[in-house]
């Protein structure tokens, strides 16, 4: 006897025939402007090359600002628009209407001239930049960080080498151990193998920039059946309803804006950082500088994802025995890396989270 009934599957295949059609409908009327991301107004205040610097406007009154500026490092393989993807999904409008005063990176894409910009243009140039103009503007001696996945390890490693210019430095989803096992992308990366996998220094020889596209895919197939056929299929559940397919387009745009990588600084972070895991060694050189944790003595808090396949937990959760601080917190919540910033139920609690521990460090 056969384990199905042939007008059950009929039945079923009739009816994701019809969300198609009525979804293709629904699709077929949403427009580009209704897929729109960031609706926290912002102001472009300082230029470097291709990288600008936001402010976003309080949505406090003046005198219920905090009075130490918010300065957030995002990575440079996806657009930092996500943490403000929406109204009712944004890290940013709910530590603005906490009372932060905001400023953001936003990196930019780099253009084919921009193969040669390394690690040390991005630290110690233009997140020191942006440090520097914020310091000047508001008239301040340190700032608080907040660095987000590799902006984290950006974060850590301009603390570490300025850290009278950070009153207080949080790190969200930020690698720190790179040679943990559990991490598929650690290992596709080489961590301690005697024969990497891959040859950074000819793939830049080969393409210069690193193409953004490859990147993504390569993200992709980390779990090519969740974050392909299993998504695709789950939208057949949503289709029909004209918002949530809009910010599920939304999350596609995002997800596929990928701007290529500077070839210089990609390959000195696969070789020093995946490769070497120089971080937690002491061995990362920037310039003629080197990168010792121990040097962030100033308050930090530690943020991870517990459901992370990006940067697994156990790369994370070591930074307390490296920094040189006595003032350390650490936070986890129950959402994988991008749930950070559009579960509606981790935004209820990271946020607080955030507001509530600085403003106990004024």
Same mark, same amino acid.
Not at 9 to 36: A, F, P
Not at 86 to 113: H, K, T
């Given at each position: 006897?056969?384990?199905?009934?042939?007008?059950?599957?009929?039945?079923?295949?009739?009816?994701?025939?019809?969300?198609?059609?009525?979804?293709?409908?629904?699709?077929?009327?949403?427009?580009?402007?209704?897929?729109? /991301?960031?609706?926290?107004?912002?102001?472009?205040?300082?230029?470097?090359?291709?990288?600008?610097?936001?402010?976003?406007?309080?949505?406090?009154?003046?005198?219920?600002? @905090?009075?130490?500026?918010?300065? +957030?490092? $995002?990575?440079?393989?996806?657009?930092?628009?996500?943490? &403000?993807?929406?109204?009712?999904?944004?890290?940013?409008?709910?530590?603005?209407?906490?009372?932060? &005063?905001?400023?953001?990176?936003?990196?930019? $894409?780099?253009?084919?001239? &921009?193969?040669?910009?390394?690690?040390? &243009?991005?630290?110690?140039?233009?997140?020191?930049?942006?440090?520097?103009?914020?310091?000047?503007?508001?008239?301040?001696?340190? +700032?608080?960080? #907040?660095?987000?996945?590799?902006?984290?390890?950006?974060?850590?490693?301009?603390?570490?080498? %300025?850290?009278?210019?950070?009153?207080? #430095?949080?790190?969200?989803?930020?690698?720190?151990?790179?040679?943990?096992?559990? *991490?598929?992308?650690?290992?596709?990366?080489?961590?301690?193998?005697?024969?990497?996998?891959?040859?950074?220094?000819?793939?830049?020889?080969?393409?210069? %920039? +690193?193409?953004?596209?490859?990147? %993504? /895919?390569?993200?992709?197939?980390?779990?090519?059946?969740?974050?392909?056929?299993?998504?695709?299929?789950?939208?057949?559940?949503?289709?029909?309803?004209?918002?949530?397919?809009?910010?599920? !387009?939304?999350?596609?745009?995002?997800?596929?804006?990928?701007?290529?990588?500077?070839?210089?600084?990609?390959?000195?972070?696969?070789?020093? @950082? $995946?490769?070497?895991?120089?971080?937690?060694?002491?061995?990362? +050189?920037?310039?003629?500088?080197?990168?010792?944790?121990? %040097?962030?003595?100033?308050?930090?808090?530690?943020?991870?994802?517990?459901?992370?396949? !990006?940067?697994?937990?156990?790369?994370?959760?070591?930074?307390?025995?490296?920094? *040189?601080?006595?003032?350390?917190?650490?936070?986890? /919540?129950?959402?994988?890396?991008?749930?950070?910033?559009?579960?509606?139920?981790?935004?209820?609690?990271?946020?607080?989270?955030?507001?509530?521990?600085?403003?106990?460090?004024?």
């Amino acid at each position: 006897m056969l384990p199905f009934r042939f007008d059950e599957v009929t039945e079923e295949l009739l009816e994701m025939n019809r969300k198609m059609v009525e979804g293709l409908k629904v699709l077929s009327g949403i427009r580009s402007e209704d897929i729109q /991301f960031g609706t926290s107004e912002k102001e472009a205040v300082y230029q470097q090359d291709h990288i600008t610097l936001y402010r976003y406007k309080p949505l406090v009154p003046e005198k219920d600002v @905090f009075p130490i500026p918010l300065l +957030i490092s $995002y990575a440079l393989v996806n657009r930092p628009y996500m943490v &403000d993807l929406q109204e009712d999904r944004s890290l940013v409008r709910n530590l603005l209407e906490m009372g932060i &005063d905001i400023y953001l990176i936003d990196w930019g $894409y780099p253009a084919r001239n &921009d193969q040669w910009i390394s690690l040390e &243009d991005y630290v110690q140039g233009y997140v020191g930049g942006c440090v520097d103009y914020i310091r000047e503007a508001r008239d301040l001696e340190s +700032i608080n960080l #907040l660095g987000i996945c590799q902006g984290g390890v950006f974060s850590m490693c301009y603390t570490a080498l %300025n850290p009278e210019k950070i009153k207080n #430095l949080i790190v969200m989803v930020a690698p720190v151990d790179f040679h943990v096992r559990d *991490g598929l992308l650690n290992v596709w990366m080489g961590c301690g193998a005697s024969t990497p996998p891959v040859n950074p220094e000819w793939m830049v020889d080969a393409l210069g %920039n +690193i193409p953004g596209d490859l990147m %993504n /895919f390569g993200f992709l197939m980390l779990k090519p059946f969740e974050l392909g056929l299993q998504k695709y299929l789950g939208l057949l559940d949503i289709i029909e309803d004209t918002q949530r397919s809009v910010n599920f !387009l939304r999350m596609e745009k995002w997800i596929f804006d990928s701007p290529d990588q500077a070839g210089a600084a990609w390959s000195q972070f696969v070789q020093d @950082f $995946y490769m070497g895991n120089k971080l937690i060694n002491g061995e990362v +050189i920037l310039g003629d500088q080197r990168v010792d944790l121990k %040097n962030i003595t100033m308050p930090v808090l530690n943020l991870y994802a517990e459901n992370d396949h !990006l940067v697994p937990p156990s790369s994370s959760v070591v930074l307390k025995d490296y920094v *040189g601080t006595n003032d350390y917190a650490v936070r986890s /919540f129950p959402a994988g890396h991008i749930g950070m910033y559009v579960s509606g139920r981790i935004q209820k609690e990271l946020p607080p989270t955030i507001a509530d521990w600085l403003k106990a460090r004024p």
